[in-house]
């Protein structure tokens, strides 16, 4: 059995790893670590994996032998200190922090606030969209798992990009559930504060705009000029993006859905469908398009659980094709719908 | 005692008029109808009213004698059989629904599907923003209060739109709260259906469309192009729309903040703030507008109560004006915050 | 491959039947009736079911040949005339409403108000509550699904029935998300009405009321009287129910908990834990239970998703059971956690 | 006019209390205080009252001359070293903490868990429920403010004990707004933690329970023992406390109403109805309470905003009284219903 480890197993993202891999057939959790709850169990904090997960939280993941592939889901500038070392022992890695997503160092660096001290594996690092980026995610050694505001956007922007048919500018009025934001409290995420308001935050300044950009420019040829404006709303899980763009003359709805079928109509877990809904897709892997032509503009929408397909859903998407496993491995169940 | 009457009493805004009037010192509630209820004690229908309004629901209006002025907050189709006749007994109107808001009556019937009725009346209508139109309202008998979605946009839109500093297209992505869309239970508003999701609908077919661009257009001096996307969130009261532009070359924060408040310094309602909340204004009859300069874009954002600034407590508003009162009388209040 | 059958597939109950069966190894989804949709595609109704349900709604399950079992995912009223045809043909059923889960006919007709038609098979239905009544379910034929209210409340309670520890007054003070009302939209259910309120509802009158007597006393060996105060509280998904008892004296909190352990220690789905948590149980079949003594009082809590242990995961687990499958097939996965 | 000041103005009751007394037509907030805000403007940290305050913090009352009387709006433990120096100055006090509650100093010191410093002024507190101590805080220099379950508890237990027609044991099954859990965001108090789930703590452990007990003790004549289980529930405002009693033999539904009825018949504030509901309550000083019988049992709800009538609004009722004005000044307004 193929046995892997999760750094930083205590957060949002960890536990949603240890949720989805401890149903896996082709894996075993053989480590977690979390520098808070180092020596406590797994199923201590994080009751609903009891009869699960059967491990203590470690320090850190060396103490653990044999490992085929570490996620590491620590916020971000701790993988860059963790990854050249499971590389160096052959470790495949999955980093879910926003450390190795942008390729351009001086990108990073200006988004991000400090330096990059891993510009190596940067460069070879497989960003990790399995719908554009499959056959790299295959061959590939570390692979940074996209963020949730990203796959959403990327998923519902690509195919009218790569189409041509639209300007090369695009508004994003993003809205996300309070999971997004991570286990820490915040004022903003204090329940008496977002729990009946819609309250539009970073406005400009989102670290998931240069992301997208570097996505999708390799989409357009050309790049895109992306606006990003992202919403916390009162929900628990679920992204909805909301895009907008200029349409070139004369473009129907229906050239515009013909794409979209065209680009999705084998994905296993990406649909284009004529109303996107959240609940559809909550709890699982899956993520939904759609599009409205209006006059000409056209607006697409991405929708995904920010939990699973936005982050630890699609790491474990990766990590089955990274390890040669059917890609829908442990991840083929329906969204919960209501 | 000014004698007000309310057409429509049993719904969301009929209630909340009921509510603001009933602590008004300028006016007393004379009569209020509904078929529905008629007969029944309005306390026993709303029941926060209790010991605020001592009425029974009537069938019709024309039971009650001596009213100065009649607000109108019946579904759209209503209005325009009930108005001629308040207006021949010299009873100004205010009406809540869509009825009189826009002036083309091809554009009206175009938008809501059927033959308007009162050609002539619509005519003179005056569209109650009073940021906007106050000294129109104070002469008019008939004001048509605005939607609670195009209130928000209006606000958010119409300075920068006046200052000639931005295109003529404008992207508009509006989140509102249930209460917006009736007390009618729906699919939609279900709260299985919506409780956990934010949910776009209506996308470029929402009947605020047209009076957006209408009246927008008069602060333009050009026609401009309103796409206009709608999502239900879950949260009971509150709207926020956010509205995108193209900025003109070299156009900084501090002119376009400058505009906005230059524009509303002297409003009592209407605040240009750095950070919009939805909770800063909900339970009253404040709004707020903000704006963030990003790169070539420029995104306001417009907050209202979609039941008071949004609806009644507009409507109030412009029945101060009509009756020569102090516009803040009765709503002179903060919003709840928290 | 077993073939099963759905009655009533609209629903949330259907839908969540078909949720879970369409992963179920051991099953094939052979039908699905709805009046409402019969000749639709159960995914363009359910849009969750993408991929997962290749089936078109029949008007009724007769058009299937060959169904081993079929669920009755109906109103209540509709099941008794559907069961004994189902079982003369053979056909195994478990009814997820209420017409077989009380034995005594002039209960039944006293709490739903109308004639029990189906008498005989009445006699024969097995509560199917695995916990307590595992044996009898494996040999059942009918198969009466408690209601998810009944659920939470038996499995909070029947431990220390069982004990002799307490009195037989039990007060239960029930929390319940708004799916457990089901799919039609209400003003109860309407979000403008409940999304920030907590509404009692049908207070002392609730049909499981005497569901649950029944139920514990079987455990009690002496009649229980149950006072049961549901509440509507706005979460989508989630039941947790508080049950408070006289505690005998100098009944210590360890003695309780163990019992609680013992009488849960081995079971796959049921777990007693220090701190309740909706939260770890959404969307899987596991449930918690609880408990604090106060003083000489006790109050155990149960804690079920209502669509899953609550309703449908429930009853996979019995039609497990009934079929000679592992009990957990299809259902051995953790709780959402977040 | 009078002069007012608020120690304590950063949190929720301090921020309410600015609001509500911003509108007070007898009063003149002079003063509010925070250690963490001193030097800002009320209105840059509570931005809903802008126009409203035109204030800034300052670090200590005492920089402020001429005050008639200060609300001390701070975490328990502070309030018993501001008030003795009030007090000596003339200045008249209102503690919204848990400081002056309970009159016994060892029942303090258990439940607080530390020594309590003003015992003197401790015993002379008047508890600031007008509806039963009217006179009382007529003529109080220091005023103890009921906690916000407290008061609903209260509310709906006191007329039914006075009664004598139930039993000593109540037990209280309370659900509050995250609100009641003040403004420093918490782990349980994070959206992603309770958004979705209803949250029982503090099990028999919460503080008010001898804060009821104590009150209730007054109209009960003998000693009436209170099992309290709080939960925290998923809505930003509102309280709902069911209360569980023993019925006397053949005490009636009619009997109890009427006992409410009586009590709070004239009450400007208090309602007994027939179906209690918080959204009839909310952003308003209003209560209500209800009650049905079930068979021997009998249960009782108490409904409040916990920031108005469970907090701030019952503050500015009690300095009415206390000041000599009309007790509903500035808070006779409706609740919001929607």
Partial sequence: MTKVGIIGGTGYAGGELARILSTHPGVEIAAMTSRQNAGRKVQDVHTYLKGYVDLEFTESISQTKDLDLVFV????????????????????????????????????EKWYGHTHTDVENLQDAVYGLPEFFRDEIKGADLVANPGCYATSIILACAPILKSGLVGDEIIVDAKSGTSGAGMVPTERTHHSTCGESIIPYSVGKHRHTPEVEMAVDRFAGSHSKVTFVPNLVPIVRGIISSCYFDLKDGVTQEQVDEIYSKQYGNERFVHHVPEPSIRAVVASNHAQTSSKVIGSKLVTFGVVDNLVKGASGQAVQCMNLMLGLDEATGLDFPGLGV
């Fill in 73 to 108: 889901a620590t916020p971000h500038g701790v993988a860059m200190k963790e990854v050249p070392e499971l590389l160096e022992q052959g470790i495949k890695a999955i980093d879910l922090s926003g450390d190795y997503r942008l390729h351009d160092v001086a990108v990073y």
